[in-house]
């Protein structure tokens, strides 16, 4: 039950979020899609014990992926559902956590918010890059895609 | 101040670009837009190797034998070289996120660098179109302000409150996103220090009130929801994949912004939580 309301909120959360981000409203639907994905693979493989860095590993390259293909279908850059959608993983209650404990001196909460921050985010961007170098490899090798030929890898 | 004297550069600049001088060379008119335009994706959100690869690429489809730039958080730096070996090296000081992540000036700047790539525009031409679609801005004004209200309550929710908290959460966001349009003078840190501060006194007040009509009010889970719209989260994600990627000192920047801005909002709320917090309970 607990997890159906995350999901919900999340969902309306990547929802206001693409409007305060002024996104198109032709790729709201896509965004908010790619919310929904991260956030349910994040609390699917949480819920089976792996730990932070793990599931929003999974979670980021998994809805990374999914975006870079609305990206080349849709044609508009990857960032525009790319951005919205990583906001149900931000760490950013961690991070807040993090700062607000160190100024009240609690330094073990500290350590603790710190480490999640940190791991959160590694997971993030780890994530987004593993997805854009299977993307650019698929359309190296598979699609060929020439005039994408000179562009680097990630 | 400061502000303002950039905003006077970034116009000359626009001008410089668009208005036809057959002084200047070609190497130079050329880079002018490819700046404005890398210029202008950095305003809106682009990420460094976007913004790079952008002015690259114009540049060559204006005919550059060699290109080299360099760009971080706040600067732009490149040097184009034509065929005839005339030459052209320009800076631009960019100043940060004054406007905000747009996604749809994104796209359309994205959809011009195409344009120009593929028909051969003359860079004025290309230079206008740039100004055009960043001075009209279509975007409905009261989209983002509904987008706060949403984000805001259900964040509230997400971080496990219960429905008053979330509506509580969605109004104090909304206030907090009108209170954000800073005056000029004022530094990003400072306003959003006065930002979560006075959230924080908001969410007190609306806690107190709740708890008075009997419906349980979580001061806390009313906060981090409205904090979710000024905690740089996704800058802080987005500046380690910067790190991964090779621009290390751009991911640098953005790492000591964002935490620095988290320690901002926290001081803010924890001098409501001092003040107003030790007053009511």
């Known amino acids: ?154 | 101040m400061e502000n303002k004297e950039l905003f006077e550069r970034i116009k000359s600049a626009e001008s410089l670009a668009t208005t036809e001088n057959n002084s200047r060379s070609y190497a130079d008119r050329v880079l002018s837009v490819a700046l404005m335009l890398g210029e202008s994706l950095l305003h809106c959100g682009g990420e460094i190797n976007r913004v790079e690869n952008t002015i690259e690429r114009i540049c060559r489809a204006y005919g550059a034998k060699h290109v080299e730039v360099f760009t971080i958080t706040s600067v732009i730096i490149a040097e184009v070289r034509m065929e005839d070996n005339s030459y052209s090296s320009q800076i631009r000081r960019v100043l940060q996120s004054e406007m905000g992540t747009d996604l749809n000036l994104l796209e359309k700047l994205n959809a011009i660098s195409r344009r120009i790539c593929t028909e051969s525009i003359e860079p004025e031409r290309a230079a206008k179109l740039i100004k055009k679609a960043r001075e009209k801005n279509s975007y409905p004004a009261l989209l983002p302000l509904l987008g706060a209200f949403i984000a805001a309550g259900s964040f509230a929710v997400f971080f496990g409150g219960n429905l008053f908290d979330g509506l509580a959460a969605a109004i104090v966001g909304m206030l907090i996103t009108l209170i954000d349009a800073r005056p000029s003078f004022m530094n990003k840190m400072a306003s959003t220090a006065i930002c979560s501060f006075i959230g924080g006194c908001l969410a007190y007040f609306i806690s107190y009130l709740g708890s008075h009509l009997g419906l349980s009010g979580n001061v806390d889970m009313v906060m981090i929801g409205a904090i979710m719209l000024l905690i740089p989260g996704v800058s802080f994600g987005y500046a380690l994949r910067d790190l991964m990627f090779g621009d290390t000192l751009s991911g640098a920047l953005k790492i000591i912004q964002a935490i620095l801005l988290a320690a901002m909002i926290a001081l803010g709320y924890s001098l409501a939580i001092i003040l107003i917090g030790g007053a009511m309970i």
């Not at chain 1, 896509?30 to 994905?37: K, P, Q, Y």
């Not at chain 1, 609305?70 to 209650?93: H, N, Y």
């Not at chain 1, 959160?120 to 598979?142: E, R």
């Open chain 1, 1 to 154: 039950m607990k997890e159906v309301i995350m999901l919900i909120s999340a969902t309306l959360g990547t929802l206001g979020f693409t409007l305060i981000y002024k996104t198109n409203p032709k790729h709201i639907p896509f965004a908010t899609l790619g919310g929904i994905l991260s956030c349910g693979v994040y609390l699917f493989f949480n819920a089976t014990g792996l730990n932070v860095f793990v599931s929003n590993f999974i979670a980021m390259s998994v809805s990374a992926m999914v975006c870079e293909i609305f990206a080349r279908i849709l044609k508009a850059p990857a960032v525009i559902f790319l951005l919205p959608s990583v906001i149900p993983l931000v760490p950013g209650g961690s991070l807040y956590y993090t700062m607000s404990n160190l100024i009240f001196g609690n330094y073990e909460a500290v350590v603790f918010y710190g480490k999640t921050t940190l791991l959160t985010g590694l997971g993030i961007a780890a994530g987004m890059i593993t997805a854009s170098v299977i993307m650019a490899i698929i359309s190296h090798y598979f699609l060929r895609d020439r005039k994408n030929k000179n562009k680097t890898i990630a």
